[in-house]
């Protein structure tokens, strides 16, 4: 059974004197363990789609289902109890608060989860650990590179174990050899199980993924399995290969 | 959180340099003795001719110890004897006016010894010849020699100045009340005065304090009926003895406390405003600023009443602290400004609370208005918020 699946879903912006439509009946399924990137141009939809996939947003009309739940129609606390528990987000500006130490920025989703204190600051350390900045826990986001900032925002999404991460242009803002690291990193996570669904315009980044959405105004305009995605960690290699 | 500390130190400041303001007015008037009420004998009635206020010898020490002790209104009641006659030190000699009076009279009249002692019970029993001297009569007799244990000579008596009164200035109508010598009236009425009133203890004039806060007119009316009963005068008959008091001045202190609240008020209110204001401001900005940041706690699982909690907390804590701090400022900046500016500050319990408690409100207020409609937003706009 699909992890994601929408059906039919339509986003109408309404303004005082006109109304834009973003997705014109989107139906798509995303399995399990899949790692997607959406592409497409500006205006396509494509972080509409990203955000209502998040529950950020609401459809104005169709269905979508997140593990067999159906999401759609739900609201408020209860959409912010899914974002809590089901989903990570990584974000192109990392969004990390400021004035607050990187092992806070982690224990974040778990505050509002009612986590135990002893237990938070546990957790959070050990996904900082497991994103290779366990030295940097006391660090404020300002004294971290972007690089690492963005690693302290996978921790962040991954603390209360979602079963879906979305990251809109996570490499938005990060150098090429920052970028593959990161990629690299998101691969990691996929190959262990976890379903990734990446928005960005950049050809090589989605190149990573094993399957490819293109949106155009607002529709699915090609959606194409990849075969045998690009290994960041060997792109990595080759690119320090390179420079020295 | 500067907003409210400044807010809440400017109240207090402002508060506590009014109040000063304003005891201080008050503690010029009450020196004119508001409270005051003057007692003088009747006046006689010749052949048709009205000889006037207190010729008639019809009060007595009685009297007045009887005023004091019978009505509850009074604090003090001062029987006086007053006198005229040349004054002798040595060489130099000064006409002046001289009043035999007891204790209460320095009571009644908010009048102090500036230097040396008052009179002994012996000395006011025993007639003891001793004397205190107003300001002016010791400058024009002494110059700038201490009179203290000198003698001098009052119609011829020879007295001992045991002391010095305080500085009283000129009365209303522009009379020097330092002018003065006043020695136990027992002294007065058997050696200087003499004559008729020596015979039945009558006295000039009974000054007869108030109590602060009593009616003034009630206590008039209480001592009338007191005075017309001991004297047994039948109804009809008109009294044997005067009641002045001053109360034009009486109603200028009213006016004038008035107008000081009024005041204070309008200042307090401006400040508070203004404070109010900052309050605001730095709510408003805090929410604003910090609109993405709801956005980014919304997309990790806040719900709507997390952040609203939050913000409540946040606005609470700013408040009480910046309450805490503003308070601390005002008390200092009053001290600051009774120390610098030499004015009289007056902390006042009641300003301090008001300042801090209309922080606290205004910082929930207007932290609570913004945090809900920011906690309503959804997610996504929160978030894309610039």
New interface residues.
């Given amino acids: 059974m699909s992890l994601i699946v929408t059906r039919d879903i339509v986003k109408e912006y309404r303004m005082e004197s006109y109304s834009v439509t973003a997705l014109r009946g989107v139906s798509l399924d995303i399995a399990a363990g899949e790692f997607v990137a959406v592409m497409g141009p500006s205006g396509s939809g494509k972080s509409t789609f990203m955000?209502l996939l998040?529950?950020?947003?609401?459809p104005t009309s169709g269905e979508y289902f997140l593990a067999g739940e159906r999401l759609s129609g739900l609201e408020?606390?209860a959409l912010?109890?899914i974002?809590?528990?089901g989903i990570g987000?990584v974000?192109q500006n990392f969004?990390l608060?400021p004035r607050t130490t990187a092992v806070e920025n982690v224990e974040?989703?778990l505050l509002?989860?009612r986590c135990p204190k002893q237990e938070r600051r546990q957790r959070a350390l050990a996904r900082l650990a497991q994103v290779g900045l366990a030295d940097r826990a006391g660090h404020h986001p300002q004294q971290l590179s972007g690089g690492q900032q963005q690693r302290v925002a996978i921790a962040?999404a991954l603390v209360?174990n979602p079963v879906l991460i979305l990251a809109d242009e996570p490499t938005g803002a990060l150098d090429t050899h920052t970028s593959f690291e990161l990629m690299g990193a998101l691969q990691q996570l996929n190959r262990e199980g976890l379903t990734v669904v990446l928005v960005t315009h950049e050809r090589d980044i989605a190149s990573f993924a094993s399957r490819i959405i293109h949106f155009r105004d607002g529709h699915v305009l090609d959606d194409q399995r990849v075969a045998q995605p690009a290994d960041a960690h060997a792109m990595l290699r080759e690119l320090e290969k390179e420079a020295a | 959180m500067l907003g409210i500390i400044i807010g809440v130190a400017a109240v207090i400041v402002m508060i506590s340099v009014g109040s000063g303001a304003q005891a201080r007015v008050e503690d010029q008037i009450r020196t004119l003795g508001t409270n005051l009420i003057i007692l003088m004998p009747g006046s006689v009635t010749s052949g048709g001719v009205r000889m006037g206020a207190g010729s008639r010898p019809s009060l007595t020490e009685d009297d007045s110890y009887a005023i004091q002790r019978e009505v509850a209104a009074v604090q003090a009641a001062a029987p006086a004897l007053r006198g005229t006659g040349q004054v002798v030190a040595g060489t130099s000699n000064w006409a002046t006016v001289f009043y035999g009076v007891t204790p209460d009279y320095f009571e009644a009249r908010n009048w102090f010894i500036a230097a040396g002692r008052s009179f002994e019970p012996a000395e006011l029993s025993g007639a003891g010849k001793v004397a205190l001297l107003g300001e002016t009569v010791a400058r024009n007799l002494f110059g700038d020699g201490d009179p203290i244990g000198q003698v001098i000579r009052i119609r011829k008596v020879p007295f001992t100045v045991i002391g010095l009164l305080e500085r009283k200035g000129q009365s209303l109508i522009g009379q020097d009340q330092d002018d003065v010598i006043l020695m136990p009236i027992s002294t007065a009425r058997n050696r200087v005065l003499g004559g008729g009133t020596a015979r039945h203890r009558g006295v000039g004039s009974v000054s007869i304090k108030i109590r602060d806060g009593e009616d003034m007119t009630q206590a008039e009316e209480q001592i009338r009926s007191l005075l017309r009963q001991r004297h047994r005068i039948q109804a009809g008959q008109d009294d044997d003895f005067t009641l002045r008091n001053l109360s034009e001045v009486l109603q200028a202190q009213e006016q004038s406390s008035r107008i000081m609240t009024l005041l204070l008020a309008a200042i307090a209110s401006v400040s508070l405003l203004v404070g109010g204001i900052g309050i605001m401001n730095i709510m408003l900005v805090s929410v604003t600023e910090r609109t993405?940041?709801i956005g980014?706690?919304?997309?990790?699982?806040?719900?709507?009443?997390?952040i609203l909690a939050q913000f409540l907390v946040e606005a609470v804590t700013l408040a009480l602290i910046g309450g805490l701090l503003g308070i601390l400022l005002g008390v200092g900046g009053s001290y600051a400004v009774g120390h610098l500016a030499e004015w009289r500050t007056e902390l006042n319990a009641q300003a301090i609370v008001l300042a801090a408690g209309f922080a606290a409100v205004v910082g929930v207020f207007f932290g609570f208005y913004p945090a809900r409609k920011a906690s309503r937003l959804?997610?996504?706009e929160a978030?894309r918020y610039e």
């Fill in positions: 955000n998040g529950c950020l947003d609401s408020g606390d912010a109890a974002r809590n528990r987000f974000f969004n608060l974040l989703p509002y989860s962040r209360n | 993405r940041e980014l706690r919304m997309a990790v699982g806040a719900r709507g009443r997390d959804l997610p996504i978030l």
